[in-house]
């Protein structure tokens, strides 16, 4: 029997293009493999939709703070739909990434020195003096983005005193709290998860060359701004403490299907985890359909394969 997958992208966030891509990208890719799937949008007739509608399975690849806080896949449990990706709760854990560097911090794995500053409180206590604190307990050079969000949003390498109060600026824009975080000099991967718990797999690691140095939006979503080598240019050593690491964030958050680990290894050969990600992108330059590639898998295949597990296990019931 032909499976109905609804694939849900676009949404309002900053990210709404980049979702749209994703959408159609991975609708493109099941059908390939005879797999009934259709791009919605969301709005305010989604859940009377589902319930008459009542596919198979729903995929959510909303990107941002609409898709990845939990609260889509809440409205998808009240619905009654089925859906491939993480809980509600796992989500709100892996989307708020000053709390999900703590649980991984405590789970043994490295994660750069940072600090979280809500908006208010920052220009409350006298934006100066805070930025200067900064400065002296984490040095030089820092990383500030949004503690929720995705794309490279918001997001600036600062590698003096004074460009601190424009990196801040830009990320308030796009989120009401910073995470500053102090910057790991090294080779930039990225490492997919596919599965649940015990049956959990690492897809290989994608290293990433952004030409201007910094992998930013442009750098994300512009073909040919960036390198990618897969599998990653790194010794077998790291490669496979990467995937551990990886494998490790995907379980101690209680991530489920899939995620996207991204992960900084310094000139030691250390990894260091920066932040992961449950609804990544699936655009023509985004990097779980590169490592999939690399795997020898089919992305429409594993799409369909994921569709039909989170079908069999249907929707969580109170």
Known sequence: MTQRVVVLAGGLSHEREVSLRSG????????AVGVEATVRDVDSELMPWLRR?????????????????????????????????????A??????????????????????????????????VGAASVMAA??????LPLFVKPAQGGSALGCTAVDSAAALPAAMVSCFAYGSVALVERKVAGVE?????????NGAEALPAVEIRPDGGVYD????????????????????QVATASARVALTAHGVLGLRD??????????????????????????????????VDAAGLDLGQLMATLAKEAATRGPRRP
């Open 24 to 31: 159609r990208r991975v609708a493109d890719a099941m059908s």
């Open 53 to 89: 509608e009542q596919p198979d399975c729903v995929i959510p690849l909303l990107h941002g703070e609409v898709g990845e806080d939990g609260a889509l896949r809440e409205i998808l449990e009240l619905a009654g739909a089925a859906y491939v990706g993480s809980t509600p709760a």
């Open 91 to 124: 989500a709100r854990l892996a989307f708020d990434k000053p709390i999900a560097k703590q649980v991984i911090s405590k789970a043994g794995i490295r994660t750069p020195a940072s600090v979280a500053l809500p908006a208010d409180t920052f220009r409350e």
């Open 134 to 139: 900064l400065v002296e307990r984490l040095g």
């Open 189 to 197: 991967l990225s490492v997919p998860v596919v599965g649940s718990a």
């Open 217 to 236: 939006y442009t750098a994300r979503y512009t073909a040919g701004a960036t390198e990618f080598v897969v599998p990653a240019d790194v010794s077998e």
């Open 258 to 291: 899939l995620s996207r680990s991204d992960l900084i290894v310094d000139t030691d050969g250390e990894v260091w985890f920066l932040e992961v990600n449950v609804a990544p992108g699936m655009t023509e330059t985004s990097l779980v359909p590169l490592s």
